[in-house]
């Protein structure tokens, strides 16, 4: 419960910072705090934790931007929950899960994006997205350090004690 | 079994796979509940998207979201200003020199060509009144509303911002959206138009999408009309597009929008003179029938701070 609510206010303090401050430079047009502090979330709180955040996350985005409902939506779900998915299975407790994370969702997101553009029969010109991969992976990259060590802290892997609900006894 | 090892080491060490450990209170639910969950989840955007995409059923959801957050966008707007301002001071200050001494001499220049201007714009206004001229519709004949722009473009092809102007402040979808500074009657040179129109926010699509184009004529040469558009790259350089190769258009002119006469069905929505950028480079190949028109536009549409939205006068 206490974890739902930090990570709705985390999640509500980067869409704000989406909209309103990283985007307002060219510099930092393609980056993206909000899917880079949802996957840091999904990663530590696992596959349903982050697609439901994943869902509410984009559908704040799409109502701030005045943009196709659902859409954004769509895509943080699936990434908030594969990520969670990582993270239980085999990324716990590794250095580079988080940027490995990023890296590939980010690709996947923008071409996401494409596609479902292209399939609701808006400009999707691929050249474009193509030629800003680069540098939202860079960005993306960068931001990790900051906000996954930022989440990291809101939201300490569980403890042992936590995890462990049976023990099998051997032999 | 190997000698100097225990049964102990022998278990752990057998070939028998441990089930893979559990660590998260979600990995504890079965497979079953994360299926449905993700599964609902991804239905309920598809349903998002068919109602949104195909039915305006779910505007007042959105407006009244969008009016919900604007004041925490504004908010953050402010309380990153000051950084934003103490970078831009550093940045200014670093070509503040040469600029200065380039812009003396614009002044100088601007200071001249302003009172030939002024003393056109009088023998202008006599000789409408004297002809009882009928001209096409210009800024002056809209009201204008100023407002913020309270959400930029998202990535590298949204070229769209949400300004907090909606239909209470008469704002229609296809309303002309300007820079508040620079152009004629206090308004500035060319943004862009709504294209979804809420009660109190509104997105406008810029003149650098895609889907965006205008009907534009040079201003000291009217006979040549072309539409400006996107350029194939970046989002800086716009083209003058379909311009003939007999009007002669000049690197340093301005182009402005043309505008048109009457109200027929293909009436433009664009008022006639609205600035839109000035002639980067001209060149012509003899394959091709018109002229290849390189301009810069005179907004910066990557940091747009307010804009002034052209609504019907009220009674019209």
């Known amino acids: 419960m206490m974890d739902g609510v930090k990570a709705a206010l985390v999640l509500f303090v980067a869409v704000l910072l989406q909209l309103s401050v990283l985007t307002e430079y060219r510099l930092f047009r ?67 899960a988080p940027y490995v994370s990023v890296a590939v969702v980010t690709a996947l997101y923008l071409f996401g994006q494409l596609v479902l553009q ?54 | 079994m190997p000698r100097n090892r225990t049964v102990r080491l022998a278990v752990l060490g057998s070939s028998v796979q441990r089930a ?23 239905l309920a955007s598809l349903v998002l998207i068919t109602v949104s995409f195909r039915s305006s059923a779910l505007d007042g959801v959105q407006g009244t979201g969008a009016t919900v957050l604007r004041p925490f966008e504004v908010a953050a707007d402010r309380i990153a200003r000051p950084f934003a301002d103490t970078i831009g001071w550093f940045r200014g200050l670093v070509d503040a020199k040469n600029e200065n001494e380039k812009l003396r001499g614009q002044n100088e220049a601007l200071r001249r060509q302003l009172i030939l201007d002024e003393g056109a714009l ?17 800024i002056a004949d809209f009201d204008k509303v100023h407002t913020t722009v309270v959400a930029n473009s998202q990535g590298a092809v949204d070229e769209s911002v949400v300004i907090g102007a909606g239909t209470s402040n008469g704002v229609q979808t296809g309303s002309v959206v300007v820079e508040p500074l620079g152009g004629p009657d206090g308004s500035g040179a060319l943004v862009g138009t709504v294209d979804r129109v809420f009660s109190h926010e509104s997105r406008v699509t ?28 970046s989002s800086d350089v716009l083209i003058l597009d379909r311009v003939p190769k007999i009007p002669v258009v000049r690197v340093g002119d301005t182009i402005v929008t043309a505008g048109s006469l009457g109200t027929g069905p293909l009436e433009s929505k664009f008022p006639r003179g609205i600035p839109i950028g000035t002639v980067a480079s001209r060149s012509a190949s003899d394959t091709t029938l018109f002229q290849n028109i390189q301009l810069k536009p005179l907004v910066d549409f990557s940091s747009i701070q307010n804009v002034v939205v052209l609504v019907p006068k009220k009674g019209q």
């Open chain 2, 206 to 233: 810029l003149l650098t999408d895609s889907e965006s184009a205008v009907t534009a004529t040079d201003v000291t040469n009217p006979s040549v009309i072309g539409a400006v558009r996107r350029g194939g790259g």
């Open chain 2, 122 to 138: 009088q023998e202008n206004v006599q000789l409408r009144k004297a002809l009882n001229f009928v001209g096409p519709p210009s």
């Open chain 1, 118 to 171: 292209f399939m609701l029969g808006e400009p999707a010109p691929a050249g474009l997205v193509a030629h800003g991969v680069p540098g939202a992976l860079v960005l993306n990259l960068i931001l990790t350090l900051p906000v996954y060590a930022l989440i990291r802290r809101l939201f300490p892997p569980l403890e042992l004690g936590d995890r462990i609900r049976e023990v099998r006894l051997l032999g």
């Open chain 1, 30 to 96: 393609t980056a993206s705090i909000v899917l880079v502090a949802l996957l840091s979330i999904a990663l530590l709180r696992g596959s349903i934790f982050g697609a439901v955040a994943g869902f509410m996350t984009g559908f704040l985005l799409d109502t701030g931007t005045l943009g196709t409902l659902g859409i954004t939506s769509l895509l943080l779900t699936l990434g908030g929950f594969w990520i969670g998915r990582y993270g239980e299975t085999t990324a716990r407790d590794r250095f580079h």
């Open chain 2, 20 to 42: 893979a450990p559990s660590g998260f209170p979600s990995s504890r639910s079965s497979a079953l509940k994360r299926r449905i969950v993700v599964g609902l989840l991804v």
